[in-house]
């Protein structure tokens, strides 16, 4: 199943601009990448945490799959990974950080996406 740059754009978009819609998603992908329980809330001590590791694996996972492929929006969220993978050493980041970070993420591909967009109309094989 093919869907065009601007497509996948609009639905990152909407994602985005839904308050209820993003920390969803997030938090899923949050649970699958932590091996938290589902349906936990706050963040008391303790509360699982995505490792570094785990946060490249999530970053390569959006990366390819909403087919990124401009070499400035890949440096802006390298800069991004790299701020995210030095700010907690070890100790792992927890569920409003990796909203964020997800974010940040989805923002610069959207970017990207919504300019190939407009300038091609193409579909995009990588979904």
Known sequence: LSR?????ARGIAQTLGDPEALPRECDELFR????APAGEGGEPPGSPRVSVRQLGVVTQLLIDKLGCRSEPVLDRISQIYH???TAH???GHGRVE???YVASVLTQIHRELEERGDEAGAPNDAV
């Open 4 to 8: 065009t740059d601007g497509e996948i």
């Open 32 to 35: 699958v990448c932590s091996h």
């Open 83 to 85: 701020m995210m993978s």
């Open 89 to 91: 050493r070890g100790e």
């Open 98 to 100: 990796f909203r964020g």
